[in-house]
């Protein structure tokens, strides 16, 4: 099957499977990109719920429909209602904060990321098997790196001494669909990634992205409690959001995370070939957000220029490779040595997660190393500065 007809089918096969979560619901802009949200479900700001009681009413609901919903951080309310227009209602919240004068996002639906190889396929769709490549050599620093995707498969050639878990998969059964699919080692490949452009670096793999590919908005800020003193991040995930506004409660999540201390967070900037449109958390690079600084948007690109399925935009901060990357798979029939060859700003971002881990040492800081990495990547891809 040609390449272009192998990513069709792919994105095909996956965009049906997400369709068939019942709890996902989707907007289509005009432009016929989605936005993927949890039904039933709207954030409120804690000063805009009588406004949010308001639109509930509008649509007939009654104070007995309101259910609670928890873990989310002081100041929020996450509720839920059976029938719910989630769109309406966020919209109609906002609109009369934005009136009295709130600049902030006052309400939104509790958003659906997405891994960025999932319908984000890249220019070849799923993993092919490639021969084993190269690993850097242990170095003895060790710098922790969060990376927040997949479980990690332990049949893999990932070296278990180099990496931190306990977030593993062990469904056979899940693992043979999951392998075809793209689903099933990912984050072992983001890992590899990082061990073959690295020695000091030590991903520590949290689970947030469930057997579909996806997680809500409120599973990623959860994870993003679990930083500790890691300081840089990894999240080769995102989506689009209602209006393209910024994710209501991420954004409390980032602003607690990166507002103090040393840490950034490094995100994939997607592989839908956008050029206008924010995918978050990486295009929080781009906002007037006093923290912007410590997130590193990551476009991918083939060594000679932008990878045309990559997303691009003022809020990319820097390119990196991602097309025809090689890294640690699992093994599995189709794939004997354990190794693939896969393409996706998924691969980018980890990419600079490690090069800002080489630089920590001389850099003294998180921030720093970024900056340093930043301000080193002299080769140009279009428009945008990158590494190689």
């Given at each position: 099957?040609?390449?272009?007809?192998r990513?069709?089918?792919?994105r095909?096969?996956?965009?049906r499977?997400?369709?068939g979560?019942?709890w996902?619901?989707?907007?289509?802009?005009?432009?016929?990109?989605?936005?993927?949200?949890?039904?039933?479900?709207?954030?409120?700001?804690?000063?805009?719920?009588?406004?949010?009681?308001?639109?509930?009413?509008?649509?007939?609901?009654?104070?007995r429909?309101?259910?609670?919903?928890?873990?989310?951080?002081?100041?929020?309310?996450?509720?839920?209602l059976?029938?719910?227009?989630?769109?309406?209602?966020a919209?109609?919240?906002?609109?009369?904060?934005?009136?009295?004068?709130?600049?902030?996002?006052?309400?939104?639906?509790?958003?659906?990321?997405?891994?960025t190889?999932?319908?984000?396929?890249?220019?070849?769709?799923p993993?092919?098997?490639?021969?084993?490549?190269?690993?850097?050599a242990?170095?003895?620093?060790?710098?922790?790196?969060?990376v927040?995707?997949?479980?990690?498969?332990?049949?893999?050639p990932?070296?278990?001494?180099?990496?931190?878990?306990?977030?593993?998969e062990?469904?056979?059964?899940?693992?043979?669909?999951?392998?075809?699919?793209?689903?099933?080692?990912?984050?072992?490949?983001?890992?590899?990634?990082?061990?073959g452009?690295?020695g000091?670096?030590?991903?520590?793999?949290?689970?947030?992205?469930?057997?579909?590919?996806?997680?809500?908005?409120?599973?990623?800020?959860a994870?993003?409690?679990?930083?500790?003193?890691?300081?840089?991040?990894?999240v080769?995930?995102g989506?689009?959001?209602?209006?393209?506004?910024?994710?209501?409660?991420?954004?409390a999540?980032?602003?607690?995370?990166l507002?103090?201390?040393?840490?950034?967070?490094?995100a994939?900037?997607?592989?839908?070939?956008?050029?206008?449109?924010?995918?978050?958390?990486?295009?929080?690079?781009?906002?007037s957000?006093?923290?912007?600084?410590?997130?590193?948007?990551?476009?991918?690109?083939?060594?000679?220029?932008?990878?045309?399925?990559?997303?691009?935009?003022?809020?990319?901060?820097?390119?990196?490779?991602?097309?025809?990357?090689v890294?640690?798979?699992?093994?599995?029939?189709?794939?004997?040595?354990?190794?693939?060859?896969?393409?996706?700003?998924s691969?980018?971002?980890?990419?600079?997660?490690?090069?800002?881990?080489?630089?920590?040492?001389?850099?003294?800081?998180?921030?720093?190393?970024?900056?340093?990495?930043?301000?080193?990547?002299?080769?140009?891809?279009?428009?945008?500065?990158?590494?190689?």
């Open positions: 099957m040609a390449a272009d007809a990513s069709d089918e792919w095909s096969r996956r965009a499977r997400l369709a979560l019942a996902v619901r989707r907007e289509d802009r005009a432009d016929g990109t989605p936005v993927r949200f949890v039904a039933d479900e709207l954030i409120v700001l804690d000063e805009h719920f009588g406004t949010a009681r308001q639109a509930f009413a509008e649509q007939g609901f009654t104070e429909d309101i259910v609670e919903e928890g873990d989310v951080p002081d100041g929020f309310r996450r509720v839920r059976r029938g719910l227009d989630v769109a309406r209602a919209r109609r919240v906002r609109v009369q904060a934005e009136a009295a004068g709130d600049t902030r996002v006052a309400a939104g639906p509790n958003h659906v990321f997405v891994s190889p999932f319908e984000h396929a890249g220019a070849y769709g993993p092919r098997p490639a021969p084993p490549g190269r690993l850097r242990a170095d003895d620093s060790g710098v922790r790196v969060l927040l995707d997949t479980g990690v498969w332990l049949n893999s990932l070296p278990k001494d180099r990496y931190v878990t306990e977030d593993y062990s469904d056979a059964e899940a693992a043979d669909e999951g392998v075809r699919d793209g689903d099933a080692g990912h984050a072992n490949f983001v890992a590899g990634v990082m061990l452009r690295s000091r670096v030590q991903p520590r793999v949290v689970k947030v992205v469930d057997a579909y590919g996806v997680c809500r908005e409120s599973d990623l800020v994870a993003f409690r679990q930083a500790g003193d890691d300081p840089i991040i990894n080769s995930l989506g689009y959001t209602l209006d393209d506004r910024p994710p209501v409660l991420l954004t999540a980032l602003a607690g995370l507002g103090s201390g040393d840490r950034v967070v490094v994939a900037a997607g592989n839908d070939g956008q050029h206008d449109r924010p995918f978050w958390p990486a295009a929080y690079a781009g906002t957000a006093p923290w912007r600084r410590r997130v590193v948007a990551v476009a991918a690109h083939d060594g000679r220029r932008i990878c045309e399925w990559s997303n691009t935009g003022t809020w990319v901060t820097l390119a990196a490779p991602g097309a025809e990357a890294s640690t798979f699992v093994h599995h029939e189709h794939f004997p040595d354990g190794w693939a060859r896969w393409s996706g700003t691969f980018a971002a980890p990419f600079v997660a490690a090069a800002i881990a080489d630089a920590l040492e001389e850099a003294g800081s998180a921030r720093l190393a970024a900056e340093a990495v930043i301000a080193g990547a002299r080769l140009r891809y279009g428009r945008y500065a990158g590494v190689a």
